[in-house]
């Protein structure tokens, strides 16, 4: 019988979660002298000739009216070997809620692109302002990427909500179902809408029982969540015997969405916050606090600090 994991190609290694994306060497830097041409193009790892994108080129239908500021990167990926570097987004421990706490900002943002890469669904084709000629520029805008941040922080509260059971949270959870409706009210027959169109009249005034929330967090964040994952990631399917159905990620984005969704489903150890330098990091045993030997020492020194002080 076949099942279900998410992997890359059929020559990949025996990891069963895998992706790939890739870093311009050269960096990246907001332009405010572009705006976007008639078309998107979308990148996605080019999975059955090693390193390289594929590329398509389509008709906007993302934010019609969008501006800049624009993130783009220095180097064009049409010279992908020589200023980008590939990577596996699948191995940053955390890397959707490094997103989700992401201040929603310019340079927070250009921070997380130079660290990890374009989103890669939200790229489009640009050109320099009040010219007809599409230059080879490539970009993703500020507006977008508050769409992506919003999302992402939305999905990580509410699974938040559903795992932990508060049960006085019935105000943050009416709040997430309001600025979902107000993100996606340019995609109206979304099922992010029709996520919030449901939900919306079952929240009762007052909500004093934990299992309720908590029944309302999951429905919605499933609903959410497979919209989320059906536009960033794609089915790959091995033909020989003993063959698995794989969900591949498009692009950065798809990562993202699977990193959480392997939290959700309990295939993937969560990550936790090293409490001395503050990055995410698999802890070995449920005792680990620390990520490394040098923040251990570093968490040491500060409660004798504490200590001696004390």
């Not at 340079?107 to 989103?119: A, K, M, N, Q, T």
């Not at 500020?142 to 992402?152: A, D, R, Y």
């Not at 508060?166 to 993100?183: F, M, N, T, V």
């Not at 993937?268 to 620390?290: D, L, N, T």
């Amino acid at each position: 019988m076949s099942s279900v994991s998410v992997a890359s190609n059929f020559r990949s290694d025996p990891r069963p979660y895998r992706a790939k994306w890739w870093i311009s060497s050269a960096g990246y830097e907001w332009k405010d002298d572009l705006e976007a041409s008639e078309s998107q193009v979308q990148f996605f790892p080019n999975w059955d000739h090693g390193s390289g994108f594929a590329k398509v080129n389509k008709p906007r239908s993302f934010f019609p009216s969008e501006t800049g500021p624009w993130l783009i990167a220095k180097s064009e990926p049409s010279v992908l070997d020589e200023h980008f570097h590939e990577y596996d987004p699948m191995t940053v421990p955390g890397l959707h809620r490094i997103l989700a706490e992401l201040n929603p900002s310019k340079e927070p943002i250009l921070e997380f692109v130079s660290r990890y890469g374009f989103c890669g669904s939200i790229t489009t084709r640009l050109r320099a302002k009040g010219t007809s000629e599409t230059d080879d520029f490539f970009g993703e805008s500020l507006k977008q990427w508050l769409v992506v941040c919003g999302s992402i922080s939305s999905l990580v509260r509410l699974w938040d909500l559903a795992r932990m059971r508060p049960a006085a949270a019935y105000r943050d959870l009416s709040k997430i179902l309001e600025l979902r409706g107000s993100e996606y009210s340019w995609t109206p027959d979304s099922p992010d809408d029709e996520a919030v169109r449901i939900m919306r009249p079952l929240l009762p005034p007052n909500l004093d029982e934990a299992s309720e929330l908590s029944l309302l967090a999951k429905h919605t964040l499933q609903l959410m969540l497979n919209f989320n994952l059906g536009s960033s990631t794609v089915p790959f399917v091995e033909v020989r015997p003993g063959s698995q159905i794989r969900l591949q990620p498009k692009n950065l984005g798809g990562a993202i969405y699977l990193h959480l969704a392997l939290e959700v489903m309990g295939k993937s150890v969560p990550a936790e916050r090293c409490q001395a330098c503050g990055r995410w990091f698999i802890p070995k045993h449920g005792s680990q606090i620390y990520c490394r030997p040098e923040c251990k020492f570093k968490g040491y020194r500060q409660r004798k600090k504490e200590n001696s002080n004390g």
